[in-house]
């Protein structure tokens, strides 16, 4: 799905970064890191003086992976993707599906960089860059990430567009751990450009996208909701929990949980009668209506309670899913 094409012959694609701006941020990088090793070695010399020969070697190689390894990982993880020599550079590491890296990312990118940047000069890195179609290094592939060009002459960074407010909180107990990474790609990037597409082509696109995402989820296509909200409706709830996860606090938890609804007012209790229990904001299951006292006991000037109607079935689906306009 990550080379899917319009009608207008026009592929919605990433712009990956090549092998000339990726060495020269990659240059950036390691000389403020050597910098940063020097200075830490002279410190580390001049207070570990008075001891042994295996001590001091311990310290240097503790200093070695902390600075040219450890410190490497913690920026990209702590930036999401912008070091350095990449900011300057207008790079970022992203993932597969165009979403923030995390710190598994930065990991394995790390320790492949330790192989192919440090003990081979950078050759092993050369290579695969080269020869792989979208300029990605050894770490990159196994990652599964890619560093992207974000300022382009001529271009504007594009947001997906946010779903209509009735969908706002409707898929979150949708199940996306299945949706691969080239499905997420396709899908934010029709998001972003399906105002400059023919609008019997975006239909058509969005149906398809959608059926391929209702049959990774394992759940039914909503009734009477078009492809591209239930796209944007998924899209922002993914966006929701990786921030959720990335932000881990106050933030992060109201974004997961959505819009907090404002408590009911609570009617005043008449003399004698038992207190109602709170009920908790915000929607959820309906709840058994609450019986106040004694099982046959009536109260004064109640009003009668209109006896529940069962819901009808909701419609089957179309087979097909999603279909795209005639």
């Known amino acids: 799905m990550s080379d899917l094409v319009t ?15 990726r060495a020269l941020a990659i240059v950036l990088d390691l000389a403020v890191y050597v910098a940063g090793y020097l200075l830490l070695s002279v410190g580390l010399a001049l207070a570990t003086a008075s001891l042994d020969e295996a001590a001091l070697a311990a310290v240097s190689v503790a200093s070695f992976l902390l600075l040219l390894v450890g410190v490497p990982i913690a920026v990209e993880t702590l930036t999401h993707g912008r070091s350095l020599g990449k900011l300057a550079c207008g790079l970022r590491v992203v993932r ?20 192919e940047l440090l003990m081979t000069f950078g050759s092993v890195a050369c290579i695969a860059s080269l020869v792989s ?38 898929f979150s107990g949708l199940d996306l751990s299945a949706v691969p990474d080239g499905l997420w790609l396709a899908i934010r990037q029709y998001l972003t450009r399906m105002n400059q597409l023919d609008p019997q082509v975006g239909a058509a696109m969005a149906a398809r996208l959608a059926d391929d995402l209702v049959a990774r989820t394992g759940a ?39 819009p ?41 000037d109640a009003a009668p309670v209109a006896p529940v109607q069962p819901q009808a079935p909701a419609a089957a689906p179309r087979a097909g899913g999603f279909a795209p306009p005639a």
């Open 7 to 21: 009608g207008d012959a026009v592929v919605l694609g990433l712009r990956p970064a090549r092998l000339p701006s």
């Open 96 to 115: 597969d599906d165009g979403g923030p890296i995390r710190f598994r990312h930065a990991l394995v990118r790390g320790a492949m960089g330790v192989v």
């Open 133 to 170: 179609a979208r300029g990605r290094r050894l770490g990159d592939v196994f990652a599964g990430t890619l560093v992207i060009r974000e300022r382009v002459p001529g271009a504007r960074v594009m947001p997906v567009p946010p779903p209509p407010p009735w969908l706002a909180g409707r």
């Open 220 to 258: 039914l296509p909503p009734v009477g909701v078009p492809a591209a909200a239930f796209l944007m409706a998924v899209v922002h709830e993914r966006q929701s929990r990786d921030a959720a996860r990335a932000f881990a606090g106050a933030q992060g938890a109201m974004g997961a949980m959505g």
């Open 260 to 300: 907090v609804h404002p408590a009911a007012p609570v009617a005043p209790v008449a003399p004698g009668m038992p207190a109602m229990p709170a009920m908790p904001a915000g929607p959820g299951p309906a709840a058994a209506p609450y019986v106040q006292g004694p099982v046959g006991a009536s109260a004064p």
